[in-house]
């Protein structure tokens, strides 16, 4: 009944890992796409070589749906004109990731701004000690209080 669990479970085991490493890279290509995607979008780059928004062209290229190509493009810009350059930092040391981004940004409105943007990787930094549905409340609460 149990032959072979053994080598069940390490192939199992070696499953997790490689799904581990995956989200590791998965991490850094976000941290790189986010940073790129910022600086074509900054110089227009999307519209003068192919004629298209930024939006419109993640779209088209990455073959995503508008909604998801709203949200990389209005993370990168955020990145690159509202955060400063420590909230990458927080990206490549693991801390947090593209989707805490996504919520720092979705919280974000003029009421608050730009002591919002000012504070994003202090509040990043809380990712670390909290499961992501948690700190998101955090956020969620923080927004309200500011």
């Known amino acids: 009944m149990f032959e072979g669990l053994d080598t069940e479970l390490n192939s199992l085991g070696s499953g ?3 799904v581990a490493v995956l989200f590791e890279l998965q991490r850094r290509l976000d941290l790189h796409m986010i940073d790129a ?3 074509l979008d900054a110089v227009g780059m999307t519209d003068v070589v192919e004629g298209l928004s930024t939006k419109a062209w993640v779209s088209k290229t990455a073959r995503c749906s508008g909604v998801t190509a709203a949200r990389r493009v209005s993370v990168a810009r955020a990145v690159r004109r509202r955060y400063r350059p420590d909230v990458l930092d927080r990206l490549r040391s693991g801390v947090a990731g593209f ?5 720092i940004g979705r919280w974000s409105n003029p009421r608050i701004e730009p002591t919002w943007s000012d504070n994003a990787g ?3 930094d809380l990712a670390e000690h909290l499961t992501f549905a948690k700190w998101e409340k955090v956020i969620a609460a923080l927004a309200r209080l500011v």
């Open 122 to 124: 202090p509040m990043l």
């Open 16 to 18: 997790i890992d490689d």
């Open 99 to 103: 989707d805490h981004l996504v919520v």
């Open 37 to 39: 995607l910022g600086v």
